[in-house]
């Protein structure tokens, strides 16, 4: 058995590994999965590097921005981190202030983000774009993940952010406006993925494959349309966030491929080349934009062989 632990940003999306540590698929597989949540992507990204945790739950694009030292921080040297496996398209949501009705509102206030030049930052940049409003006309805060993020929009100190579920169904039951997904604006977008220093993944390539498995054991179930309720109480029995009345919203927008969990743990093409297109534009480019540089699929394609 080995002991990997993980990171992740909070969030509905995390439900697949709630599901495979419950029913120890994660054990099976001879792995034993300690899962924390990050309240930042420069911290995972730090404690990722500095081998405190061994895989991450995290943005795609947060694995292309270390790689090529334009994270939030810098690590020096360049961190080998690469993706392994998808998890979501995900649905980015502008979440805005009651008073906020359009894009266009937001001129001369401040948003709330998790950094400003890495995961999600570039999706926003994208709306505002868009609709017109430059990024001068505008103040933006790096303020951490989700829960932060939202709590600073629904106490009134920032008028929007961009969230995930379950924050966005808590936003709009309690009457935020949401202004804008990133599912409006691309056809495909690589949100969530799975990520590792390939250094340590090299050494360590059965628990890799274990993780993996397990995983997909419980993204499996967790898609099965007749588990749907049963499903739906683990998420609220692992996110106090989440109360009744939003589950059946979040779920729906969890199980919906086009806006959450991705079947099989596949990566995108289309979404990958989403993201990079969006670095290249909003990030000071690639040097690289080869999807080969940032991802690995062989640990997945051996981890199904052995399945």
């Not at 056809?187 to 890799?208: E, I, L, P, T």
């Not at 939003?246 to 093409?269: E, H, I, W």
């Amino acid at each position: 058995m080995t002991d990997i632990k993980l990171i992740c940003f909070p969030g509905a999306p995390n439900l697949p590994i709630f599901v495979a540590q419950e029913k120890g698929w994660f054990e099976d597989n001879g792995v034993n999965i300690d899962l924390t949540t990050t309240p930042a992507s420069a911290y995972q990204a730090e404690n990722l590097a500095n081998g405190t945790f061994q895989i991450a739950g995290t943005a795609f694009d947060n694995v292309v921005a270390y790689r090529e030292k334009q994270g939030a921080v810098v690590i020096d040297p360049a961190p080998d981190f690469f993706a392994f496996m998808g998890a979501t398209q995900i649905e980015l949501a502008l979440v805005a202030a009651p008073d906020v009705k359009t894009v266009a509102d937001l001129k001369g206030r401040t948003l709330a983000l998790d950094a400003l030049a890495t995961g999600f930052a570039f999706v926003l940049y994208e709306m505002l774009a868009r609709a017109g409003v430059a990024q001068d006309e505008i103040k933006m805060v790096p303020v951490g993940a989700t829960p932060l993020r939202w709590e600073s929009v629904k106490d009134g100190t920032h008028a929007a952010t961009l969230t995930i579920e379950p924050f966005t169904s808590i936003a709009r039951a309690q009457g935020f406006n949401v202004v804008e997904t990133s599912t409006n604006l691309f056809a495909a977008y690589q949100g969530g993925s799975f990520a590792a220093k390939h250094s340590w993944a090299k050494d360590n390539a059965d628990a890799v494959k274990g993780f993996i498995r397990g995983y997909l054991k419980g993204l499996e179930w967790t898609l099965d349309p007749a588990n749907l309720a049963a499903a739906t109480q683990v998420l609220l029995a692992n996110m106090d966030a989440i109360k009744p009345p939003v589950a059946p919203k979040v779920m729906a927008n969890l199980l919906n491929p086009r806006s959450g969990l991705t079947p099989r743990g596949a990566f995108l093409p289309e979404g990958v080349d989403t993201v990079l297109d969006l670095r290249r534009r909003y990030g000071g480019g690639l040097a690289n934009s080869d999807p080969a540089r940032y991802i690995d699929t062989s640990f997945y394609n051996d981890a199904l062989k052995g399945a």
